[in-house]
């Protein structure tokens, strides 16, 4: 079955750099595009970008252009997403997703916390 | 890009009634050259990522309860619980696919009465 295992929780200071990771199993890595959504608390879901892990194509919300850069490690069926310049209004949960149909997001991780603050 | 604005912001529906959220699209998330709707809407509970209810505008998702139904075309869509159970407490999303970036509705808090 497909599984998105994500990294655990993070604080930063603001002006800091993350680099968050989403593990995948139970499919072909390099099949499907892999999403990244995130929620500040109390809030709703906004889209960071996308990821292509074939060829490493990629695809980012104007926000954060940027700040953002989507990576692959195929070999161990991993993504990655680093976020820079940090403030304190990208304190959220990142959630990796995936769509196979190529439609909705139908799996998801459990959710990366990162928190900003000095 | 494409605005996803979810009615009402929250709503109380007694158990066994029915509740309806309602979501429109500031542009056609409908594609003429294959008919379908590229629309979507989630379901997420407290802690825990959303999961998906509904696809292509009224597709159901594996294993979602037939009480759970998508409607509408365009620009206007619906979710629509038809017989509301204490488990469906949750806040629900709609979300376009038609294009990049991908949008979400602000969300919909649905309670018991």
């Known amino acids: 079955q497909v599984q998105l295992v994500q990294s655990g929780a993070e604080v930063k200071k603001p002006g800091a750099s993350v680099k968050l990771s989403c593990k995948a199993s139970?499919?072909?890595?390099?099949?499907?595009?892999l999403n990244w959504v995130r929620q500040a608390a109390g809030q709703g879901l906004e889209w960071v970008g996308w990821?292509?892990?074939?060829?490493?194509?990629?695809g980012y919300a104007q926000k954060f252009r940027g700040r953002v850069t989507m990576t692959r490690n195929a070999s161990i069926s991993t993504a990655y997403m680093d976020l820079s310049s940090l403030r304190s209004e990208d304190t959220a949960v990142y959630y990796c997703?995936?769509?196979?149909?190529?439609?909705?997001?139908?799996?998801w991780g459990q959710g990366t916390l990162v928190s900003v603050s000095s | 890009d494409i605005v996803m604005t979810q009615s009402p912001d929250s709503l109380a529906v007694s158990l066994g009634e029915r509740a309806t959220i309602n979501c429109k699209s500031t542009?056609?998330?409908?594609?003429?050259?294959?008919?379908?709707?590229?629309l979507a809407w989630y379901q997420q509970k407290p802690g825990q990522p959303p999961k998906l209810l509904i696809y292509?505008?009224?597709t159901r998702e594996s294993g979602v309860p037939d009480r759970f139904s998508g409607s509408g075309s365009g620009t206007y869509f619906t979710l629509t619980i038809t017989s509301l159970q204490a488990e469906d407490v949750a806040v629900y999303y709609c979300?376009?696919?038609?294009?990049?970036?991908?949008?979400f509705g602000q969300g919909t808090k649905v309670e018991i009465k």
């Open positions: 542009q056609s998330v409908l594609l003429s050259s294959n008919k379908k709707n590229y």
């Open positions: 990821m292509n892990p074939n060829n490493g194509n990629t």
């Open positions: 292509w505008a009224s």
């Open positions: 139970g499919y072909t890595f390099t099949s499907y595009d």
């Open positions: 979300q376009q696919y038609y294009n990049t970036p991908r949008t």
């Open positions: 997703a995936l769509s196979p149909r190529g439609d909705a997001y139908n799996h």
